[in-house]
């Protein structure tokens, strides 16, 4: 997987695609990111690089509750990778 924009906009599509909505805000987020389970957000340290904010989403994304049917074929084909990679490393 390469890290650049394109992939990093394929990753917030999967979340935005499941009703999650993802913000890049200024804080003291230990490991760079903040779940609010609740309201369906992800807030994402803004000042991480592109392979930070990819590295976070790639890890991030398997924990939550994505509805594969909503997604749209190519995001459930990276869900797929994504959920297939995550397993390969575990």
């Known amino acids: 997987m390469k890290y650049n924009q394109t992939t ?14 993802v913000r890049y805000e200024r804080g003291t ?3 760079g ?5 609740a309201k369906k957000v992800v ?3 803004k000042f991480l690089q ?3 904010r990819i590295n976070i989403l790639l890890e991030l994304i398997p924990q939550l509750n994505v509805e594969f049917d909503k997604l749209t074929l190519e ?3 990276l869900y797929n ?3 297939s990679d ?3 490393t575990a």
């Open 43 to 45: 807030v994402l340290n």
């Open 75 to 77: 995001s459930q084909k």
């Open 33 to 37: 990111w903040c779940l609010l389970e």
């Open 29 to 31: 987020f230990q490991s």
């Open 8 to 21: 990093l906009n394929k990753l917030e599509d999967i979340l935005g695609e499941s009703l999650y909505t």
């Open 50 to 52: 592109i392979e930070g």
């Open 86 to 88: 995550r397993l390969l």
């Open 81 to 83: 990778q994504v959920l």
